[in-house]
T-cell receptor
Framework: DQQVKQNSPSLSVQEGRISILNCDYT??????FLWYKKYPAEGPTFLIS?????DKNEDGRFTVFLNKSAKHLSLHIVPSQPGDSAVYFC???????????FGRGTSLIVHP | DAGITQSPRYKITETGRQVTLMCHQT?????MFWYRQDLGHGLRLIYY???????DKGEVPDGYVVSRSKTENFPLTLESATRSQTSVYFC??????????FGPGTRLTVT
């Protein structure tokens, strides 16, 4: 059973608009959350993370929001750019574990 | 080059053959991982290692063998390749509890 779910396999957004990628988790022990970005023919690269003691973390155009009661996190990209077109993976870890659990990814396409 | 590298980048092999995928990292990270990426499945953990000579099974270990005699190397061996092992394989490393650093991947096709 999936402990980390990205229910939207794909998302299409116009350049300049906001992209919102969602992720749900079921394990209440998860306390650290990460987003990775993956371009074709490359390995995933770390994008942004958030600890469970926070509900928001911002890095430039990227903001991650965490709603612990709903076991939900989201990645906001504002404004979206064509170079943001990639697959985005959500990942979660618990209790100091070094092993993350990954979602299946969401493919974002930003149209010029 | 600094970072994490994988070789080969592309490999075609026949069913039943043994094939080894190499992974090398220059950061002296303690923890290393092997994932496979398949359409509809995302990243699935095959094996991981907490240090040299310490390895453990992940979510999908069947048909794979790993070793870690040196901290910087973590080879993955398919002892007798099957078509279901056609996939893109990623190696990753991390120093502790933070983010993972991934290699560029190996695209393996088993015919």
């Amino acid at each position: 059973d999936q402990q980390v779910k990205q229910n939207s396999p794909s998302l299409s957004v116009q350049e300049g608009r906001i992209s919102i990628l969602n992720c749900d988790y079921t394990n209440s022990m998860f306390d650290y959350f990460l987003w990775y970005k993956k371009y074709p023919a490359e390995g995933p690269t770390f994008l942004i993370s958030i600890s469970s003691i926070k509900d928001k973390n911002e890095d430039g155009r990227f903001t991650v929001f965490l709603n612990k009661s709903a076991k939900h996190l989201s990645l906001h990209i504002v404004p979206s750019q064509p170079g943001d077109s990639a697959v985005y993976f959500c990942a979660s870890k618990s209790g100091g574990s070094y092993i993350p659990t990954f979602g299946r990814g969401t493919s974002l396409i930003v149209h010029p | 080059d600094a970072g994490i590298t994988q070789s080969p980048r592309y490999k075609i092999t026949e069913t039943g053959r043994q094939v080894t995928l190499m992974c090398h990292q220059t950061w002296s990270h303690s923890y290393m991982f092997w994932y496979r990426q398949d359409l509809g499945h995302g990243l699935r953990l095959i094996y991981y290692s907490a240090a040299a000579d310490i390895t453990d099974k992940g979510e999908v270990p069947d048909g794979y063998v790993v070793s870690r005699s040196k901290t910087e190397n973590f080879p993955l061996t398919l002892e007798s390749a099957t078509r279901s092992q056609t996939s893109v394989y990623f190696c990753a490393s991390t120093d502790a509890w933070g983010e993972q650093y991934f290699g560029p991947g190996t695209r393996l096709t088993v015919t």
